[in-house]
T-cell receptor
Framework: GNSVTQMEGPVTLSEEAFLTINCTYT??????LFWYVQYPGEGLQLLLK?????DKGSNKGFEATYRKETTSFHLEKGSVQVSDSAVYFC???????????FGSGTRLLVRP | ETGVTQSPTHLIKTRGQQVTLRCSSQ?????VSWYQQALGQGPQFIFQ???????GRGNFPPRFSGLQFPNYSSELNVNALELDDSALYLC???????????FGPGTRLTVL
């Protein structure tokens, strides 16, 4: 079946460091891909999305490129801030479906 | 534009009881999806409602049921609560045919 795999956390970085959170997917078809962020005690916020191969989603300095050849959608940010500390979820949805399929989440901790 | 709202924020129940959670969709959205997020895990799809009908269901038993009202708001009902039902319940709204879902802040359910 369709699934999403994320790198395990926590990822601990110093402020202004470069961030990569790996995400790969398995899908029978061509899904839309998403990154959601969850701050402590809150729901999920959509961070960015990409709907087809080679699309790049970007928002608030975060970027991710839909790579069909490697079935990946890695999240990157050039310079993280303490306020970026949160749990990040990679997710997919199929055209013919109605449900988001999430990875297990990666916790990011940014130290001053 | 009003975002997705959920009530209550928290509640505590005992095993065997029943609970109703409520969700108001974002303005302009006619589809509501419910997810269960256990501690430290990614959200799992419960079901989706569109035009007051269940539009798809995940791997949850029948004691999880729902409703959607003409104003697109929705309820999630859980009967015969079990300890494992303790989780954050997330509601998400979207427009029919759109792939992007927007989440509310969640309801934290604790079953003792």
């Amino acid at each position: 079946g369709n699934s999403v795999t994320q790198m395990e956390g926590p990822v601990t970085l110093s402020e202004e460091a470069f961030l990569t959170i790996n995400c790969t997917y398995t899908a029978t078809g061509y899904p839309s891909l998403f990154w959601y962020v969850q701050y402590p005690g809150e729901g999920l916020q959509l961070l960015l999305k990409a709907t087809k191969a080679d699309d790049k989603g970007s928002n608030k300095g975060f970027e991710a490129t839909y790579r069909k050849e490697t079935t990946s959608f890695h999240l990157e940010k050039g310079s993280v801030q303490v306020s970026d500390s949160a749990v990040y979820f990679c997710a997919l949805i199929m055209d013919s479906s109605y449900k988001l399929i999430f990875g297990s989440g990666t916790r990011l901790l940014v130290r001053p | 534009e009003t975002g997705v709202t959920q009530s209550p924020t928290h509640l505590i129940k005992t095993r065997g009881q029943q609970v109703t959670l409520r969700c108001s969709s974002q303005s302009g959205h006619n589809t509501v999806s419910w997810y269960q997020q256990a501690l430290g895990q990614g959200p799992q799809f419960i079901f989706q409602y569109y035009r007051e009908e269940e539009n798809g269901r995940g791997n949850f038993p029948p004691r999880f049921s729902g409703l959607q009202f003409p104003n697109y708001s929705s309820e999630l009902n859980v009967n015969a609560l079990e300890l494992d039902d303790s989780a954050l319940y997330l509601c998400a709204s979207s427009s029919s045919g759109a792939d992007t879902q927007y989440f509310g802040p969640g309801t934290r359910l604790t079953v003792l």
